[in-house]
C-alpha cells in the first residue's frame, strides 16, 4: 500500500464515521442535519449521554472533518490527514452514538450472593475478602434484599444494646440482618442492556442506591447477571470516554 493510499484509505474511515454518527442522531432524532456539528449541538441540548460524556473529543474532531472536507484535493488526498488515533477515536465514538454503551459490558459479572440461611461469619468474610459493601442475598433464584454493612451495624447496636453490652452472634443468620434494611438501600433493577451512563447517573445522584442489580429481565424476578456500585461508576465513565487528541 503507497503512502497515498493508506491516506485516503485513512480519510475515508474518517468521514465514514462522521457520517454514521450523523445518521444515527437524524435517526433519533428524527431530522435531518447539514453535517456532524449541526447533529451534535442538537444532541448536547437534548442531553444526549454519549455526546457530552464524548462533548470535547468531537468538537476536535469535528473540526478537524472541516478541514477535511473543505480542503484543496491533491490526486485524492485532501490537505489535511487524520492520524490514525483520530481515525480510531472517531470511529470508537461513532459506534458508541449508534449503539450506546450497555451496563452488560462493564458491570461486575456473576456477583457473589448470600442465602438468608448464610451465618453472619460468612457474610462478614465475604464482605473482608471481596471489599464489598453490600451483597445481594438469593433463596436459590429468588430475590430476598441486599445485605449492606450499614444493616449490620444497625443490627450490631441494636444486638449489643438489648444484650446489655454482650455481642453474641451464634446462629445469627443474614435474614436477621435483613431486618434491619433500611428503604432508600433498596437496589435498583435494570436489564442488561439498559445504558451504562444512565446506570452512572443513577448512581451519582444524591439519593442514589447502594448498587444496581442487573438482571435478565430488569426486575426482582429475573435471574441475576451482574452488579454496579457507586464505585463502579469512576471506572465506567473512564472506559467509556473517547480521550482526543
Known amino acids: 500500500m503507497t503512502d497515498e493510499t493508506g491516506q485516503r484509505d485513512a480519510v475515508d474511515r474518517f468521514i ?22 449541526a447533529a451534535v449541538k442538537h444532541a448536547e441540548n437534548q442531553g444526549h449521554r454519549v455526546v457530552r460524556q464524548n462533548a470535547a473529543a468531537l468538537h476536535v474532531l469535528i473540526d478537524l ?20 488515533d483520530a481515525v480510531v477515536a472517531m470511529e470508537r465514538i461513532a459506534d458508541q452514538v449508534e449503539r450506546q454503551p450497555q451496563v452488560k459490558d462493564f458491570m461486575i459479572k456473576d456477583p457473589a450472593a448470600l442465602s438468608p440461611e448464610s ?27 441486599l445485605f449492606t454493612t450499614n444493616a449490620m451495624a444497625r443490627w450490631l447496636g441494636n444486638a449489643i444494646r438489648n444484650e446489655g453490652g454482650t455481642l453474641i ?6 435474614s436477621e440482618i ?21 446506570v452512572c447517573d443513577t448512581l451519582s445522584k444524591e439519593t442514589a442506591p447502594p448498587a444496581v442489580l442487573v438482571t435478565t429481565d ?3 424476578s429475573g435471574q ?17 470516554t473517547v480521550t482526543y487528541p
Not at 119 to 141: C, F
Request: glycine residues 8%; aromatic residues 6%; proline residues 4%.
Open 16 to 37: 465514514n464515521a462522521t457520517e454514521q454518527a450523523k445518521r444515527a442522531l437524524e435517526g433519533k432524532y428524527k431530522m435531518r442535519f447539514n453535517g456532524l456539528g
Open 65 to 84: 472533518r472541516n478541514v477535511i472536507q473543505h480542503s484543496h484535493v491533491n490526486r485524492g488526498v485532501p490537505i489535511a490527514i487524520p492520524r490514525d
Open 119 to 145: 451465618a453472619i461469619e460468612e457474610a462478614s468474610e465475604q464482605v473482608v475478602q471481596l471489599d464489598l459493601s453490600q451483597l445481594p442475598v438469593y433463596s436459590g433464584e429468588s430475590y430476598v434484599g
Open 169 to 174: 452472634v451464634e446462629n445469627v443468620k443474614v
Open 178 to 198: 435483613l431486618e434491619h434494611t433500611e428503604q432508600h438501600e433498596e437496589p435498583k433493577f435494570v436489564g442488561p442492556t439498559q445504558s451504562a451512563l444512565k
Open 218 to 220: 430488569g426486575k426482582a
Open 224 to 240: 441475576l447477571q451482574g452488579i454496579v456500585t457507586r464505585f463502579d461508576v469512576a471506572r465506567i465513565l473512564r472506559e467509556a
